[in-house]
């Protein structure tokens, strides 16, 4: 079973920050928070992973509280092409990835 | 350009009939694998393979089979299909250790009907 909890699903408006949470209250400390993306039916993308610091890249930045019980996945500018289902993963080195249901984030225009 | 690259892309077959669908990545990495996707089941892991000759059961292996004699390819093979298969299956690779330290790259998907 997936270890983490996500709304399923959201509304964004277009050019705004779309704020996704993901809950994991029961993470190690050996486990990292990972997202991954799917975009209609393709493949899922990555996004961004963490361990404890917050993270930032190009697509996305990466927010997990003090206590690692929850983060949040910011797309800080988000278009209609970010429309998708997004996936918060936890896992350790040795564990499999499980994909849960994930948050369907809607773009509206 | 790094790609996964699935063969086909949509597949119909009839029950009992074999069939093998191939996924094959240009990046040189180690590790592949193998998922379904179901509606409301999410995507579950079939098999997967740390380096060439090395395979192990995923979630839900039965039914499937899979081979690594070479690094790039990673052929799914299903050697009586039937209904039950119906899905959308994944290939992924990532450099080493199954996407802990470097994402996963997936393929874009085949889709499969067994009538």
């Known amino acids: 079973d997936a270890k983490t909890t996500q709304p399923t699903s959201m509304d964004c408006a277009e050019g705004r920050a779309a704020n996704l949470p993901c809950n994991h209250s029961t993470i190690s400390g050996n486990e990292y928070v990972y997202w991954y993306r799917q975009i209609h039916s393709q493949g899922p993308q990555y996004i961004i992973h963490?361990?404890?610091n917050n993270e930032t890249n190009e697509m996305a930045s990466l927010i997990i509280t003090e206590d690692r019980k929850s983060s949040t996945l910011i797309l800080p500018h988000a278009t209609l092409r970010d429309t998708a289902v997004y996936y918060c993963?936890?896992?350790?080195?040795?564990?499999?990835?499980?994909f849960g249901k994930g948050t369907r984030l809607h773009i509206l225009p | 350009e790094a790609q996964v690259t699935q063969n086909p892309r949509y597949l119909i077959t009839v029950t009992g009939k074999k069939l093998t669908v191939t996924c094959s990545q240009n990046?040189?990495?180690?590790?592949m694998s193998w998922y379904r996707q179901d509606p409301g089941l999410g995507l579950r892991q079939i098999y997967y393979?740390?380096?060439?000759?090395?395979?192990d059961k995923g979630d839900v292996p039965e039914g499937y089979k899979v081979s690594r004699k070479e690094k790039r390819n990673f052929p799914l093979i299903l050697e009586s299909p039937s209904p039950n298969q119906t899905s959308l299956y994944f290939c992924?690779?990532?450099?080493?250790?199954?996407?802990?330290?470097?994402?996963?790259?997936f393929g874009n998907g085949t889709r499969l009907t067994v009538t």
């Open positions: 992924a690779s990532s450099p080493e250790d199954g996407g802990f330290n470097s994402p996963l790259h």
């Open positions: 963490g361990l404890k």
């Open positions: 990046m040189n990495h180690e590790y």
């Open positions: 393979s740390m380096n060439v000759e090395v395979t």
């Open positions: 993963i936890v896992r350790a080195r040795d564990d499999k990835i499980i």
